[in-house]
């Protein structure tokens, strides 16, 4: 059998080549052997939520797969043909949720009738997409080219107990040509102050700086309180402007204040790019780029970013041309398909 072979260590070397080898394998029925998993990272190998995340895509495509153990450096995926069906998955720690459904989102493209996936683990964790990004900002975003989701949060899980929950319902999607370059300039900022476990102050706090720093670059808050109960405890704010997001998870002994200035500022940063993508946009959109084909403008181009484009060019073939964008005084990049 001919596999394609991918280094798991290559460029930012991290979870995110397994997630998006894993859906081009299922989407494009072609067997795959990642190497090296993770090696330059300090818990080298697989971690539980990368195992869910190849575990979910195996049951849609009734793959067989060897390696998949928590640990593994090596997993070989087998894909046969996309059968969709309902079923939950649990990452059984505080895993981010957020990037099992990155997994899955490709699939969209290549099934013929809905699947319904339960996912319970972490929904507001460090290093992944808060779920609120996911809700208001990826999926809404790929919404409008095509991309038919739809994402219910049932409950908050933070690290370490975890105990999140959502629903996540994908549709056969057909992929539309991106044109996508310039932020649309709204001055709309939408976003979500949350507490779990936590007093509702803390919540208010939040958003009360996030106003006040808003208010005075002239945008237009509109920010929700959420006050929740679970099994973990934890706080965070998520704001989004149309395509851009900025967010910030809360830490003991990190003032509220300072955690809504850092998700202000995160998005402000995005906003003085001009782009219409945000850095983590900016590598999640890869895979759908290389499907839909056209142009996409992003503040930066990351190590994400670039490790994606180099594990889609193994599957697809497409390249991807990255030129500086200082049109309309904006200071970014486009990405095109050629
Ligand atoms: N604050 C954030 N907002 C939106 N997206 C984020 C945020 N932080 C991280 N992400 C996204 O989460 C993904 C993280 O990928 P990455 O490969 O680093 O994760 P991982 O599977 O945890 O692997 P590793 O532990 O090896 O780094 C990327 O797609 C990145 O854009």
New binding site residues.
């Given amino acids: 059998m001919d596999f394609i072979v991918i280094d798991g260590s290559y460029l ?8 998006t080898a894993v859906s081009l394998s299922a989407l494009t029925q072609k067997p795959v052997k990642i190497i090296n998993i ?1 090696k330059k ?1 300090k818990n080298k190998g697989l ?1 539980p ?2 195992v869910s995340a190849v575990k979910a895509v195996k049951k849609l495509c009734n793959a067989e797969v060897f390696g998949l153990n928590v640990g593994s450096e090596e997993l070989t995926f087998i894909p046969s043909k996309l059968s969709p069906k309902d079923f939950t998955i649990d990452i059984g720690t505080a895993g ?1 949720i ?2 099992v459904i ?1 997994t899955l989102l490709p699939l969209s493209l290549g099934i013929n009738k809905k699947f319904t996936v339960k996912i319970k683990g972490g929904t507001d964790v460090k ?4 779920i609120d ?1 996911v809700k208001n ?1 990826t999926l809404k975003i790929l919404r409008n080219f095509g991309v038919l989701t739809e994402l219910k949060v049932l409950k908050r899980g933070f690290y370490p107990e975890g105990g999140g929950e959502v629903i996540f319902e994908v549709k056969p999607s057909k992929i539309k040509k991106f044109d996508l370059i310039e932020h649309s300039k709204s001055n709309l900022v939408e976003g979500i102050s949350y507490v779990q476990n936590l007093d509702e102050s803390i919540a208010r706090r939040m958003r009360k700086k996030a106003v006040d720093l808003l208010n005075k670059e002239k945008l237009l808050p509109n920010i929700k309180i959420e006050c929740s109960k679970g099994i973990s405890t934890g706080a965070g704010i998520v704001l989004w402007n149309d395509t851009l ?1 900025g ?1 910030c998870l809360g830490e003991k002994g990190l003032r509220a204040e300072i955690v809504a200035e850092r998700a202000v500022n ?1 998005l402000l940063k995005e906003r003085e790019s001009g782009m219409a993508l ?7 959109i890869i895979p759908f780029l290389a499907f839909g084909k056209g142009i996409v403008g992003v503040s930066e181009i ?1 190590n ?1 970013t670039k490790t994606n484009m180099w594990v889609v060019k193994h599957f697809l073939d497409v390249d991807f041309e990255i030129k500086e964008y200082k049109e309309n005084n904006c200071n970014g990049f486009t990405i095109e398909v050629v």
């Avoid at 290093?127 to 808060?130: E, L, T, V």
């Fill in positions: 930012e070397g991290g979870g995110q080549i397994i997630r993770r990272r971690a939520q990368h981010s957020s990037l990155q290093r992944a997409p808060p990004y900002v997001g967010s995160e945000d850095k983590y946009m900016g590598d999640q990351t994400h």
